[in-house]
């Protein structure tokens, strides 16, 4: 009896606790805003507004993911396309307002708290409308563990070759609309790889959610 609970705890406490890659990393040692990473090229999809055949192209996604900022107010008005990120384990991070919005100190605390309740965590990723994120902000995120990101280049891109570690980022908002079949061309004619991957040379893999 006694070895069948010790057998028992290796498998479910121990082996598990072993197997398990926290969710959690902070790529910088004081505040900063991530720009680049150095192996390979990464998409980062900025979504507030859901266009038609949003939740098509979501299904159909391939990996490696590109990474998703999404807006707070967008994840409320959107459960349905929610659940499938969650389900595909793509990487969600939260697209914030606009730099001079924060004045407000109670608003960055409301959009995590959106997030937390989407998503059960904190994002390990976080940008703003316009990638201004002054000194005092950065630093309150770096304390709560949140990389701040911006990209590289802006979606379309005119040079066919993009430098290697770019972030290309592509805005989806209601004034802003782009075709998905241009996206899906755009990634077909690149070969991209995750934002994990582009940092840190491999691939990062979180437990997918319940």
Not at 12 to 32: G, H, M, N, R
């Amino acid at each position: 009896m006694v070895s069948l609970i010790l057998c028992l705890f290796l498998v479910f406490i121990y082996f598990d606790e072993k197997s398990s890659v926290l969710p959690v990393f902070q790529l910088t040692e004081t505040p900063a805003i991530i720009t680049k990473g150095q192996f390979g090229k990464s998409v980062i999809i900025e979504l507030s507004y859901s266009h038609k055949g949003m939740e098509e192209w979501v299904t159909n996604l391939k990996e490696p993911y590109p990474l998703i900022l999404a807006d707070s107010d967008w994840l409320l008005r959107s459960p349905d396309l929610v659940k499938i990120l969650r389900e595909k384990n793509i990487r969600v991070g939260l697209l914030g307002s606009m730099s001079d919005e924060y004045v407000d100190e109670s608003l960055l605390k409301k959009q995590l708290a959106i997030y937390e309740k989407t998503f059960y965590k904190k994002p390990l990723w976080f940008a703003t409308a316009d990638y201004k994120v002054d000194n005092a902000m950065q630093t309150a995120l770096h304390e709560l563990g949140i990389n701040i990101i911006a990209p590289t280049e802006t979606f379309p891109i005119v040079e066919s070759k993009i430098p290697e570690g770019s972030f290309v980022s592509i805005p989806l908002h209601r004034e802003e609309k782009v075709s998905f079949d241009a996206i899906n061309q755009f990634i077909n004619e690149h070969i991209f790889v995750s934002i994990e991957q582009n940092i840190f040379g491999y691939e990062i893999s979180t437990k997918r959610f319940p």
